[in-house]
T-cell receptor
Framework: SQTIHQWPATLVQPVGSPLSLECTVEGTSNPNLYWYRQAAGRGLQLLFYSVGIGQISSEVPQNLSASRPQDRQFILSSKKLLLSDSGFYLC???????????FGQGTRLTVV | DAKTTQPTSMDCAEGRAANLPCNHSTISGNEYVYWYRQIHSQGPQYIIHGLKNNETNEMASLIITEDRKSSTLILPHATLRDTAVYYCIAPIVYNFGNEKLTFGTGTRLTIIP
């Protein structure tokens, strides 16, 4: 069965520190991968999506970047966190022609 | 994805049917209607989807108007655990993996004891 792992579940980081959030998918190949952010009381904002290794599309200009070093691995990074980067980050995957999107359990990031 | 519009919030009494509307007036013939919900601090959970026929599963029913410009998600007997944010989206399923899969702000449903 397909599963998606996202970690860590919670993270508290100081302003100016780097960030690395990892998402991996099991049980499928060549998934399409997504990173979303949800600010407190807000909807899901699409940050990045990837249709293959090394292929990253960015939706909004920001302090974050994404990479896909392997087929089923998606990493969200920042060199220097800002207070405004605080939020709930979700990884998701779909398959071409599939009928569902599957979400990880999210990482709650607090920048202090 | 077709643009979808939902009310910001709704209340429903426990045990009653919760009816959540969604407008998708620009939907095209190959775009499905999907519903997800997000309970606080968790990832979104799939509920149901449909193209043009009404659908029902163990969680909910989906009623799509004949012109497909709007739909209603029905939770037949709402419980306190149904309190969540409900998202209606309209992606192109056959091309599901190659599009952006965007979500709006959803409807915050509160079940009142």
């Amino acid at each position: 069965s397909q599963t998606i792992h996202q970690w860590p579940a919670t993270l508290v980081q100081p302003v100016g520190s780097p960030l690395s959030l990892e998402c991996t998918v099991e049980g499928t190949s060549n998934p399409n991968l997504y990173w979303y952010r949800q600010a407190a009381g807000r909807g899901l904002q699409l940050l990045f999506y990837s249709v293959g290794i090394g292929q990253i599309s960015s939706e909004v200009p920001q302090n974050l970047s994404a990479s896909r070093p392997q087929d089923r691995q998606f990493i969200l990074s920042s060199k220097k966190l800002l207070l405004s980067d605080s939020g709930f980050y979700l990884c998701a995957w779909t398959n071409l022609g599939g009928t569902e999107a599957f979400f990880g359990q999210g990482t709650r990031l607090t920048v202090v | 994805d077709a643009k979808t519009t939902q009310p910001t919030s709704m209340d429903c009494a426990e045990g009653r049917a919760a009816n959540l509307p969604c407008n998708h007036s620009t939907i095209s013939g190959n775009e499905y209607v999907y519903w997800y919900r997000q309970i606080h601090s968790q990832g979104p959970q799939y509920i149901i989807h449909g193209l043009k026929n009404n659908e029902t599963n163990e969680m909910a029913s989906l009623i799509i108007t004949e012109d497909r410009k709007s739909s209603t998600l029905i939770l037949p007997h709402a419980t306190l655990r149904d309190t969540a944010v409900y998202y209606c989206i309209a992606p192109i399923v056959y091309n599901f993996g190659n599009e952006k899969l965007t979500f709006g702000t959803g409807t915050r449903l509160t079940i009142i004891p």
